[in-house]
């Protein structure tokens, strides 16, 4: 059983598309995130939602919004995508707390042509 | 498939170095990575090393890399109060990284 899904694993897109991708958590966490790789492989966080509420939100382009049905979705919604959002993203989920460990999605490579 | 292990927790009195340690698998490490994650935050990088070094320091932080026994380890000298989080070790190498489950620093008065 996959704790924490991601969709698509792979994204391939043009320039001004808008594009969605998926996060679903089975481990009844309340929290969840989105994390952006860069080139050099640092995780830089993007947004985190606790019980479908934002609860951080860091300087993030206003193209990227963060969608949450319920507890257990947090889904990346970009719109009019740029090169410069090509990377790896990552989604996460943790028991609310703030303190507890993150359990790391397999992660989405967005190709922005 | 590849792994990061690392302790769960570690004690330590104020004013003490600390040390955390991971192990990992991966032979095609590119970078090595310490996040750490305080109360309501994200994880934030808080240093990393390239593969082909074996130390890197940055005013309190230390990291010492073992490539050949593929041991990483974390000293924070001085702990404060303020460094009470969870720390992750990560392994970086072509298109993903790997984390560990992360070790919960608790600083002792």
Known sequence: DTAVSQTPKYLVTQMGNDKSIKCEQNLGHDTMYWYKQDSKKFLKIMFSYNNKELIINETVPNRFSPKSPDKAHLNLHINSLELGDSAVYFCASSQAGGDNEQFFGPGTRLTVL | ?109
């Open chain 2, 1 to 109: 498939g590849e792994d990061v292990e690392q302790s769960l927790f570690l004690s330590v009195r104020e004013g003490d170095s600390s040390v955390i340690n991971c192990t990992y698998t991966d032979s095609s490490s590119t970078y090595l990575y310490w996040y750490k994650q305080e109360p309501g935050a994200g994880l934030q990088l808080l240093t990393y090393i390239f593969s082909n070094m074996d130390m890197k320091q940055d005013q309190r932080l230390t990291v010492l890399l073992n490539k050949k026994d593929k041991h990483l380890s974390l000293r924070i000298a001085d702990t404060q109060t303020g460094d009470s989080a969870i720390y992750f070790c990560a392994d970086g190498s072509d298109d993903k990284i790997i984390f560990g489950k992360g070790t919960r620093l608790h600083i002792l008065p």
